[in-house]
């Protein structure tokens, strides 16, 4: 029977068997005991399912990451330390040094500098395109050695929407995946697998925890990429592994298993970057709760973004609900049910005026986060934009009067007072 998202958030992953624990068991244990060394020694050849150590694999982890594929649509699933973590993992597990990526400008910015500086010191090659370029566009940016194609749903800060389907179909004509973080909409907004793309990541410290406890990162496989079709093009999934006796992952774990297997058996196992079980845990409440959390958030962020853009203090309100905005039409498409809690705005005044409302707030508190059920907001001119210039931080489309206001669940008409009274403030 398949069920609805809301059900899923609640029921999906675990099922407790007779007088088992109702709630999720948080195994806190580093290692597993067995019988015997020869049962130890079909986990490490992969040749039976089990955990033997927690840096790659943990139960309660499993459970959470089998959640989220439900959510998600896919075939499997696993939980990072982070969402850095999980769109290095999604990555590299597909290019190496001497290939290349074709990556959506407008994405997260530890995301951008891990691409542009780290995975480039790593000899990985990126090329930048647009999240609403056109297929030529596209296609020009691909290369012989290209191995996937990379965006956000809705790019943080930017608010930018991705075009996913065709992202999707263009990455397809040349044989690469398409993989999607889609933190900022959650599965209850968009699931990226039903426009086509491959593979999904999250990071889990947003929406997903949805409580500021815990940071973490998520990868989903949809199972549809057929990796056995382009052999030439992902040597690692489709021959022999030698660090594991020549397993072949797409013959042994098959077009749903191979991806997430390969991520947890070579890049967990060398990189060690799990999430811990308390914090899988923590991360199941969040998820029991995101479908209604989701729609207050959603709600939230649509009626401040209205009420802002109406305002005569307010210069100009970036949303992607907004019929103004230049994504408008890509929302109506991917996010028809809302898109998130993420407002950004400027104030008549500039970067005084920015700095004097934000003392202002009474409610909304001035953090490095977003993405929480209390509201939040930052001044990227002051905080993650600070070394930039004003003239760099026009390039990179962050004015120095930008606000980036995220809407947590409390009561619509409270956020908006308390707007109202430090934009009176100013
Ligand atoms: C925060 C964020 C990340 C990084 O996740 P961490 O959990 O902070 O490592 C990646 N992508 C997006 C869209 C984010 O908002």
């Known amino acids: 029977m398949n069920q609805h998202i809301g059900t899923k958030c609640v029921q ?10 109702r ?31 927690t840096r790659l694999q943990n139960p309660t982890n499993d459970y959470v990451a089998a959640k989220i594929a439900a959510l998600e649509g896919g075939t499997a699933g696993m939980l990072t330390s982070s969402g850095q973590a999980a769109n290095f993992f999604a990555v590299f597990n597909v290019a190496s040094a001497g290939d290349h990526v074709v990556s959506s400008a407008s994405i997260y910015g530890g995301t951008f500098n891990l691409f542009n500086v780290t995975m480039r010191r790593m000899g990985i090659d990126f090329t930048f395109v647009q999240p609403d370029a056109s297929e030529e566009e ?35 004509e040349h044989g690469v995946p398409l993989i999607v973080d889609n933190t900022f909409p959650t599965p209850i907004n968009c699931r990226p697998f039903e426009w086509g793309c491959d593979i999904v990541t999250h990071s889990t410290t947003k929406y997903m925890d949805g409580h500021g406890a815990g940071v973490g990162g ?50 967990m196992r060398d990189f060690g970057s799990i999430q811990s079980p308390m914090n899988a845990f923590l991360l199941n409440l969040g998820l029991e709760s995101l479908h209604l959390r989701m729609k207050r958030h959603s709600e939230n962020g649509q009626k401040v973004a209205e009420w802002l853009e109406a305002d005569p203090r307010v210069a100009w309100v970036n949303y992607p609900g907004l019929k103004s905005n230049r994504y408008y039409a890509l929302a109506q498409k991917y996010l028809p049910n809302g898109s998130c809690g993420v ?18 707030l009474k409610i909304a508190a001035i953090e490095t986060h977003v993405a929480d059920a209390r509201s939040c907001v930052l001044h990227p001119a002051n905080a993650t934009h600070r070394q930039l210039s004003d003239e760099e931080l026009a390039a990179c489309g962050v004015g120095p009067d930008m606000i980036r206001l995220s809407l947590g669940i409390e009561d619509c008409e409270d956020l908006i007072a308390d707007l109202d009274q430090a934009l009176g403030g100013v």
């Open 138 to 172: 596209l296609n020009a940016a691909f290369k012989p050695n290209t191995k996937a194609v990379f965006g956000e749903t809705i790019a943080n800060p930017a608010l930018s929407v991705l075009d996913i389907e065709r992202f999707a179909k263009v990455a397809h």
């Open 218 to 267: 998520c990868i989903v496989d949809s199972g549809n990429f057929d990796w056995s079709a382009h052999k030439d093009k992902f040597p690692g999934l489709t021959t022999p592994d030698e660090s594991y006796h020549g397993i072949v992952y797409t013959e042994k774990f098959g077009q749903g298993g191979a991806f997430i297997t390969k991520c947890t058996a070579q890049l």
């Open 23 to 53: 709630q999720i068991p948080i195994v806190q244990s580093t290692t597993f005991r067995y019988e015997s060394s020869e049962a130890m020694g079909k986990l490490f050849d992969l040749e039976a399912a089990g955990y033997f150590y």
């Open 343 to 360: 407002v950004s705005f400027g104030v008549k005044g500039g970067r005084p005026a920015a700095e004097k409302f934000m003392a202002n």
């Open 12 to 21: 999906a992953g675990y099922r407790p068997n007779n007088g088992e624990p």
